[in-house]
């Protein structure tokens, strides 16, 4: 049915449970695996003319979210390895995640984006869930979002 499947990861709680459903699911599919961690551009400060001595340059910036891409990816790529899924891992700079995500799939020949919410509802979905949400709107190929649902005593 897919036979490449992107996941997407920030390093949370959240996402880490969602990839890992998508590592199960792209087991029983017998599909390949693309984690992509998505970081923000590189903001110049503000205060040009007073660059604080602590702040990074655009190279040490980049360097630190390419460590902590591989970081996230890590832990997908490492569940991959144990169920024997082919997995390939991306970390990638724009200041919308949700339309790096749809590129990434659409460059990288992916045919599903298995993605997260974080099962709220009323109030709580208008103020989280926006990249799930973004990603919904501008892609072409089918999405599926993974819902986690807050157990009884349980924190997301």
């Known amino acids: 049915m897919y036979r490449k499947i992107l996941i997407t990861t920030d390093g949370s709680a959240v996402s880490s449970k969602t990839a890992c459903a998508g590592v199960q699911f792209a087991e029983q599919l017998g599909a390949e695996v693309l984690v992509l961690f998505v970081a923000p551009e590189y903001q110049y400060p503000i205060y040009v003319e007073i660059i604080p001595p602590s702040y990074p340059s655009e190279d040490e910036y980049r360097a630190a979210m ?8 890590q832990d997908v790529a490492d569940s991959c390895a144990r169920r024997n899924v082919r997995c390939e891992a991306i970390t990638a700079f724009h200041e919308s995640a949700a339309l790096k995500i749809v590129d990434v799939a ?12 974080h099962g709220r509802s009323g109030w709580g979905q208008l103020l989280l869930g926006s990249v799930t949400n ?3 709107q501008h892609s072409k190929i089918p999405v599926l979002v993974h819902r986690l649902i807050k157990e009884p005593g349980q924190a997301l």
Do not use: N
């Open 66 to 73: 390419q460590r902590a891409g591989r970081e996230h990816t």
């Open 134 to 136: 973004k990603v919904l």
């Open 106 to 117: 659409q460059q990288h020949g992916c045919d599903l984006i298995f993605m997260g919410s």
